[in-house]
C-alpha cells in the first residue's frame, strides 16, 4: 500500500503565491508520473499538471508560465509551485502518482487527501 501526504495549501490574495507538497511512502519500487489535479466546487476535476520520471512536463493552458511542478525522487516527493494566483484557482488540490510496489507489478495510481486551495480577490 502507498500513502500520500499533501500540504501547503491555505487562503491567499489574488497574484499571490503558493507551494503544494506530495509525500509518497509505503511499498514503493519506483514512481512513474506525478501530478496534480483540482476540483472546483462544481465542476469536474481537472489536470493542472504533471511530471514524468525523466522529468518531463506537462501544464494545462490555464495555468502555463504561472504554475510550476517539480519532483524529488530521493524523498518520493512532487511540489506545485503556484504564482499570480488568480480566483478562478480556488479549488481542492489532489496529488496523484504512478506507483509500481515491484520490478513486475503493475503500476497502480494512488491519490492524495486533497488540500483546499483559496484565491481571494
Known amino acids: 500500500q502507498v500513502q500520500l501526504v499533501e500540504s501547503g495549501g491555505g487562503l491567499v490574495q489574488a497574484g499571490g503565491s503558493l507551494r503544494l507538497s506530495c509525500a509518497a511512502s509505503g511499498n514503493i519500487f519506483s514512481i512513474n508520473a506525478m501530478g496534480w489535479y483540482r476540483q472546483a466546487p462544481g465542476k469536474q476535476r481537472e489536470l493542472v499538471a504533471t511530471?514524468?520520471?525523466?522529468?518531463?512536463?506537462y501544464y494545462a493552458d490555464s495555468v502555463k508560465g504561472r504554475f510550476t511542478i517539480s519532483r524529488d525522487n530521493t524523498k518520493n516527493t512532487v511540489n506545485l509551485e503556484m504564482n499570480s494566483l488568480k480566483a478562478e484557482d480556488t479549488a481542492d488540490y489532489y496529488c496523484?502518482?504512478?506507483?509500481?510496489?515491484?520490478?513486475?507489478?503493475?503500476?497502480?495510481?494512488?491519490w492524495g487527501q486533497g488540500t483546499q486551495v483559496t484565491v481571494s480577490s
Open positions: 511530471i514524468t520520471s525523466g522529468s518531463s512536463t
Open positions: 496523484s502518482v504512478r506507483v509500481k510496489s515491484g520490478k513486475y507489478s503493475y503500476a497502480i495510481d494512488y
